[in-house]
């Protein structure tokens, strides 16, 4: 089985490096900046919250698919394609995506939101296109090494590749999760998310944002506001928390002294993290919030539910974008 990771950035690595240290056969297709210390530091460094480490070299590192071209001329042909870019560049990959697997091939795209799945199946036809999220948050380090800080897998759509690729990698632990309820994963992960965007505007480290009374409150309204339009949708939400997705609104809610008593868990976070919303628009690039708080406002007037939080949070947002520029 061949696997490739197209858009391998800290999340893509840290797939790579599971795959590698399984002994699949994968590809990571990434940027120059991403290839060079995984060649300089011999693979890619792994650790977890677990005090598991290791190393691993994925089978080929290329930063176009040019680069994979074989002697027939023709580009290799990969079984499973783990798309690990955000909302906003998937329809720019659309044709190398298509060049790069066939009729027989998977791709399983791994983006946070909503929306950017459907513009992709209108434009690639005659492939296998299944969704995925990543549970848990990776943190780069030193040494090209990235780490698992928190509990989690790779959630994934069930297909029959992927119950392939499983028996390879989850031999000691559950690393890829198959799931038949990819919209109740993808609606609570959303949910999560929200935040995203408030840490943006709030232009402070996470954990400071969640001490804060006024941020969590914020927080809460929107996460209402898509709770409304999940019980329209009649999807069955997941549990990523240690409370169901419904209390956490109210526990975002409780004055800060208890909410720190209750949420202690929800507050050990790294002092210095920031949302990776916050990085795009330091950086002057368009964010993701079309895919996330713009997809409750979508969905929204789609039931008839008023989600004036959501569309004040994107329309900040959007001034961010545009003073970043």
């Given at each position: 089985?061949?696997?490739?990771?197209?858009g391998?950035?800290?999340?893509?690595?840290?797939?790579?490096?599971?795959?590698?240290?399984?002994?699949v056969?994968?590809?990571?297709?990434?940027?120059?900046?991403?290839?060079?210390?995984?060649?300089?530091?011999?693979?890619?460094?792994?650790?977890?919250?677990?005090?598991?480490?290791?190393?691993?070299?994925?089978?080929?590192?290329?930063?176009?698919?040019?680069?994979?071209?074989?002697?027939?001329?023709?580009?290799?042909?990969?079984?499973?394609?783990?798309?690990?870019?955000?909302?906003?560049?998937?329809m720019?990959?659309?044709?190398?995506?298509?060049?790069?697997?066939?009729?027989?091939?998977?791709?399983?795209f791994?983006?946070?939101?909503?929306?950017?799945?459907?513009?992709?199946?209108?434009?690639?036809?005659?492939?296998?296109?299944?969704?995925?999220?990543?549970?848990?948050?990776?943190?780069?380090?030193?040494?090209?090494?990235?780490?698992?800080?928190?509990?989690?897998?790779?959630?994934?759509?069930?297909?029959?590749?992927?119950?392939?690729?499983?028996?390879?990698?989850?031999?000691?632990?559950?690393?890829?999760?198959?799931?038949?309820?990819?919209?109740?994963?993808?609606?609570?992960?959303?949910?999560?998310?929200?935040?995203?965007?408030?840490?943006?505007?709030?232009?402070?480290?996470?954990?400071?944002?969640?001490?804060?009374?006024?941020?969590?409150?914020?927080?809460?309204?929107?996460?209402?506001?898509?709770?409304?339009?999940?019980?329209?949708?009649?999807?069955?939400?997941?549990?990523?928390?240690?409370?169901?997705?419904?209390?956490?609104?109210?526990?975002?809610?409780?004055?800060?002294?208890?909410?720190?008593?209750?949420?202690?868990?929800m507050?050990?976070?790294?002092?210095?993290?920031?949302?990776?919303?916050?990085?795009?628009?330091?950086?002057?690039?368009?964010?993701?919030?079309?895919?996330?708080?713009?997809?409750v406002?979508?969905?929204?007037?789609?039931?008839?539910?008023?989600?004036?939080?959501?569309?004040?949070?994107?329309?900040?947002?959007k001034?961010?974008?545009?003073?970043?520029?």
């Amino acid at each position: 089985m061949k696997v490739a990771i197209f858009g391998a950035g800290a999340t893509g690595c840290y797939l790579g490096g599971i795959l590698a240290n399984s002994q699949v056969d994968v590809t990571l297709i990434c940027r120059d900046y991403v290839k060079a210390p995984i060649v300089e530091h011999g693979g890619i460094g792994l650790s977890d919250y677990l005090g598991n480490a290791s190393r691993a070299m994925p089978s080929q590192i290329v930063c176009s698919i040019d680069e994979l071209k074989c002697n027939e001329q023709t580009p290799k042909v990969f079984d499973i394609v783990f798309v690990m870019l955000k909302c906003q560049h998937i329809m720019s990959i659309s044709q190398d995506l298509v060049a790069i697997t066939d009729e027989t091939s998977s791709i399983v795209f791994m983006q946070n939101g909503l929306g950017s799945f459907d513009e992709i199946t209108n434009s690639i036809k005659q492939r296998a296109l299944y969704q995925g999220i990543t549970s848990f948050n990776v943190l780069a380090m030193e040494n090209c090494t990235y780490h698992q800080g928190t509990e989690g897998g790779f959630i994934c759509q069930a297909f029959p590749q992927l119950q392939e690729l499983c028996s390879h990698v989850n031999r000691e632990r559950e690393v890829i999760e198959p799931t038949n309820n990819i919209n109740g994963v993808l609606y609570s992960k959303l949910m999560l998310n929200l935040n995203n965007a408030i840490n943006a505007v709030a232009d402070i480290p996470l954990k400071q944002e969640l001490e804060q009374a006024s941020f969590r409150k914020l927080l809460a309204k929107a996460m209402k506001e898509w709770l409304a339009i999940v019980r329209a949708e009649e999807v069955q939400l997941v549990q990523f928390t240690k409370v169901k997705p419904s209390l956490v609104p109210i526990i975002l809610s409780l004055p800060t002294w208890l909410f720190k008593l209750v949420a202690k868990q929800m507050l050990l976070i790294d002092p210095k993290a920031r949302s990776s919303m916050w990085q795009d628009i330091q950086d002057g690039k368009i964010t993701e919030v079309d895919y996330l708080n713009g997809a409750v406002v979508r969905l929204g007037k789609k039931h008839g539910i008023e989600t004036p939080v959501n569309q004040q949070i994107v329309e900040q947002i959007k001034q961010l974008e545009q003073s970043s520029k």
